[in-house]
């Protein structure tokens, strides 16, 4: 993924420090920016909470934070839903339909994944303002907030 966003910024890139793992491997900056991409939805609720602190701290005041990944209602039912739109859009993108209810069964049964509302109160206990829903897509959310 990092490859790709060097390549993306092309010559912007050189303006850029990228850092790879966990937020404990991050030094501690201050930074004016970051980003969190596919990445939360394997934490569980309590490593989520302090990573989202962690990043918090390493940010410059008024620096954005944008961070997207799996996040959906809990509920049974609205999250059988949201998990079967998922499978249908794969399978009409072209994924075989037993590989698109493998996903659905592994993001389920594997992925500590909370709900959109969840998941912006953590940004808000983290310390993060302005909390911002800017994408949406199936099963997935991106925020961007900023730290206050």
Request: glycine share 6%; net charge neutral.
């Amino acid at each position: 993924m990092l490859g790709l966003a060097k390549r993306t910024l092309g010559p912007l890139a050189s303006r850029v420090d990228f850092y790879e793992g966990t937020i404990d491997s991050a030094p501690f900056g201050p930074f004016d920016g970051a980003t969190c991409l596919l990445t939360l939805h394997f934490l569980a609720e309590n490593e989520r909470r302090r990573t989202l602190s962690e990043v918090h701290r390493r940010l410059k005041l008024g620096a954005p934070f944008v961070v997207a990944h799996h996040s959906f209602p809990q509920d049974v039912e609205e999250k059988a839903k949201w998990l079967a739109r998922y499978a249908a859009f794969a399978v009409a993108s072209g994924v075989p339909i037993a590989n698109a209810e493998r996903a659905i069964a592994a993001i389920s049964e594997r992925l500590p994944t909370l709900s959109p509302e969840q998941d912006e109160a953590l940004l808000r206990e983290a310390g993060f303002a302005d909390v911002a829903l800017f994408y949406t897509a199936f099963t997935f959310r991106g925020w961007v907030a900023y730290k206050a």
